[in-house]
């Protein structure tokens, strides 16, 4: 006679994610198992903005789910969505961690303006495509760019974390929207 399957610990509803992390506290196999489930291709995309490097990005993720596991009991749950962020920080931090370490992180302090092109209609471009794009910056601009659009920080913030002028992260990141528009009114001239 069979085992009847394992039950699932957690619901896919509300409050989920408090018992998800309970599970973590408790380090249960199970429930870092399911965290991974429910958050690897997330938290993939998350590092990869950063350093697009695939094989250097699944080992900045695996060391990632590591200070997870590690830190959980320590985390201060704050509703629905706190555990998911906290696990963004932290591999945007490990990621941030890697590229300096690489000497990858380099910001020219004094950028002459360039003037600012304007982008058509960037809802035409391909998520794939404009992701690509995001890649292909060079390391300083990307990672700026990413830390204000994606994460929502502040320049001054962005500076802080980085350990950069305010006024760096500002030139870096007007940088990259530039680049980005060129390279997407390009691509909108050669597929439309």
Not at 40 to 68: E, K, M, N, W
Request: glycine residues 6%.
């Amino acid at each position: 006679m069979k085992a009847p399957p394992p039950q699932r610990i957690f619901s896919s509803g509300a409050g989920s994610e408090q018992s998800l992390l309970e599970s973590l506290r408790r380090r249960e196999p199970e429930g870092m198992r399911l965290f991974y489930e429910r958050y690897a291709g997330y938290l993939t995309a998350v590092c990869s903005r950063y350093v697009p490097d695939r094989a250097s990005a699944q080992d900045i993720l695996q060391d990632a789910f590591l200070q997870i596991f590690d830190a959980a009991p320590r985390f201060e749950y704050r509703g629905e969505g706190s555990l998911k962020a906290w696990a963004a920080r932290i591999t945007v931090n490990r990621a941030l961690k890697w590229l300096r370490s690489q000497g990858r992180l380099r910001f020219v302090e004094a950028l002459p303006e360039l003037p600012e092109e304007e982008v058509a209609d960037v809802q035409k471009v391909p998520p794939a495509v404009l992701q690509g794009f995001i890649k292909a910056l060079p390391d300083g601009y990307r990672t700026v760019f990413n830390l204000v659009v994606f994460e929502q920080k502040s320049h001054k913030e962005v500076a802080s974390l980085l350990g950069i002028k305010e006024d760096s992260s500002a030139s870096q990141f007007f940088r990259a929207r530039a680049s980005l528009a060129r390279q997407i009114n390009q691509y909108l001239k050669e597929y439309e």
